[in-house]
T-cell receptor
Framework: EDQVTQSPEALRLQEGESSSLNCSYTVSGLRGLFWYRQDPGKGPEFLFT???AGEEKEKERLKATLTKKESFLHITAPKPEDSATYLC?????????????FGQGTRLTINP | GAGVSQSPSNKVTEKGKDVELRCDPI?????LYWYRQSLGQGLEFLIYFQGNSAPDKSGLPSDRFSAERTGGSVSTLTIQRTQQEDSAVYLC??????????????FGPGTRLTVL
């Protein structure tokens, strides 16, 4: 069964304190791994897609990396506006249908 | 261009009533997904439409849930005889499904359903 596990569930950092969020997955036939950001009361906002082990993507203070079993979302010198829930999802083909399997998310709080 | 829109943004209903939730996908997107997000939980897949193919209903939790997509565009998710456990945020997403970045799903703001 395809599974995605994110850790930690919640993370509190001081402004400027760098850290990493983890997304481990088991899926047959990975077609892509997606990172989304979700603010309270809003839908998930697309951040990155990674396709193959060793791939890295960057956007402002965020960098996503991918290995064969997990992905990391590194956040460097975060600011309070980076506070959000970060969702990881893997794209899999299930009985011919392309689906996203989501993790539970990591709730990130950056204190000023 | 406009993103995915959903209506209503909030819906409060009484147990046993039927509700309809609407999703307008991004123009030109052929695939449309419905998800449910319960408080503090991840996104749970409900149903998937792709072009003119039969929808994948494998995620619908019970036969009280149904969805249709008219004209390959707007979709409606219907929940009959609502129960308190149906309370959640219902999210819609659309994508082109053209491979690579074209598979990125773009989400609407969601409909928060509260069943009293």
């Amino acid at each position: 069964e395809d599974q995605v596990t994110q850790s930690p569930e919640a993370l509190r950092l001081q402004e400027g304190e760098s850290s990493s969020l983890n997304c481990s997955y088991t899926v047959s036939g990975l077609r892509g791994l997606f990172w989304y950001r979700q603010d309270p009361g809003k839908g998930p906002e697309f951040l990155f897609t990674l396709y193959s082990a060793g791939e890295e993507k960057e956007k402002e203070r965020l960098k996503a990396t991918l290995t064969k079993k997990e992905s990391f979302l590194h956040i460097t010198a975060p600011k309070p506006e980076d506070s959000a829930t970060y969702l990881c999802a893997v794209q899999a083909v299930v009985q011919g249908a392309q689906k996203l399997v989501f993790g539970q998310g990591t709730r990130l709080t950056i204190n000023p | 261009g406009a993103g995915v829109s959903q209506s209503p943004s909030n819906k409060v209903t009484e147990k046993g009533k039927d509700v309809e939730l609407r999703c307008d996908p991004i123009s030109g997107h052929t695939a449309l997904y419905w998800y449910r997000q319960s408080l503090g939980q991840g996104l749970e897949f409900l149903i998937y439409f792709q072009g003119n193919s039969a929808p994948d209903k494998s995620g619908l939790p019970s036969d009280r849930f149904s969805a249709e997509r008219t004209g390959g565009s707007v979709s409606t998710l219907t929940i009959q005889r609502t129960q308190q456990e149906d309370s959640a945020v219902y999210l819609c997403a659309s994508t082109i499904l053209g491979g690579g970045l074209l598979d990125t799903q773009y989400f609407g703001p969601g409909t928060r359903l509260t069943v009293l």
